[in-house]
């Protein structure tokens, strides 16, 4: 499914994603210059993959280690997540934050938001940044990148405690206790 997706969308060598809506809550602006400043500090030689969308607000920046791939069908988004070395996801304001449990789902090492919806969902089991600071996404990139391994396990492990199921009885509970 990795090779499928790299295949069709044209991704050679190492990635990172991001994943949602192009408009500012999401905080693409400040992700692609965390990413470009952390490959001008580092030896990273990687891209970024951006899914998503086109929403409203601030015009990003086109650069030569940026790729925008638009809007993909549901079924690649496990094999692009799969096939990245991790989600950049510091959104300013998420109601839920699903690409964060999706990245994890599939073994993904995640970087996200240190505040609101974002924070309670990855649970510990993510590098958490300040979506405002710069030096804190380039640093939390650096973290990612640096503990991977024990982002995927414990992402994996924290994916478990949520499922559809889970949702719809804890739903279905409330709604009873209305009645």
């Given at each position: 499914?990795?090779?499928?997706?790299?295949?069709?969308?044209?991704?050679?060598?190492?990635?990172?994603?991001?994943?949602?809506?192009?408009?500012?809550?999401k905080n693409l602006k400040r992700i692609i210059e965390a990413f470009s400043v952390n490959a001008q500090?580092?030896?990273?030689?990687?891209?970024?993959?951006?899914?998503?969308?086109?929403?409203?607000?601030?015009?990003?920046?086109?650069?030569?280690?940026?790729?925008?791939?638009?809007?993909?069908?549901d079924e690649d988004l496990p094999g692009l997540y799969a096939g990245s070395s991790g989600l950049i996801?510091?959104?300013?304001?998420?109601?839920?934050?699903?690409?964060?449990?999706?990245?994890?789902?599939?073994?993904?090492?995640?970087?996200?938001?240190?505040?609101?919806?974002l924070a309670e969902v990855a649970g510990g089991a993510a590098i958490s940044v300040d979506p405002e600071?710069?030096?804190?996404?380039?640093?939390?990139?650096?973290?990612?990148?640096?503990?991977?391994?024990?982002?995927?396990?414990?992402?994996?492990?924290?994916?478990?405690?949520?499922?559809?199921?889970?949702?719809?009885?804890?739903?279905?509970?409330?709604?009873?206790?209305?009645?």
């Amino acid at each position: 499914e990795i090779e499928r997706v790299r295949e069709k969308y044209g991704i050679e060598g190492e990635y990172f994603i991001s994943v949602g809506t192009l408009e500012p809550r999401k905080n693409l602006k400040r992700i692609i210059e965390a990413f470009s400043v952390n490959a001008q500090r580092t030896s990273l030689n990687a891209r970024l993959v951006i899914v998503g969308r086109s929403g409203w607000g601030e015009t990003l920046p086109k650069t030569e280690n940026v790729n925008f791939l638009g809007l993909v069908p549901d079924e690649d988004l496990p094999g692009l997540y799969a096939g990245s070395s991790g989600l950049i996801y510091p959104s300013l304001y998420e109601g839920f934050g699903l690409p964060v449990l999706e990245a994890m789902t599939v073994g993904c090492p995640v970087l996200t938001s240190d505040r609101g919806s974002l924070a309670e969902v990855a649970g510990g089991a993510a590098i958490s940044v300040d979506p405002e600071d710069l030096e804190s996404i380039v640093w939390g990139i650096e973290s990612l990148i640096k503990d991977r391994e024990k982002l995927t396990a414990k992402g994996l492990k924290r994916s478990l405690n949520f499922s559809w199921e889970k949702t719809a009885k804890e739903t279905l509970s409330i709604y009873k206790s209305l009645c």
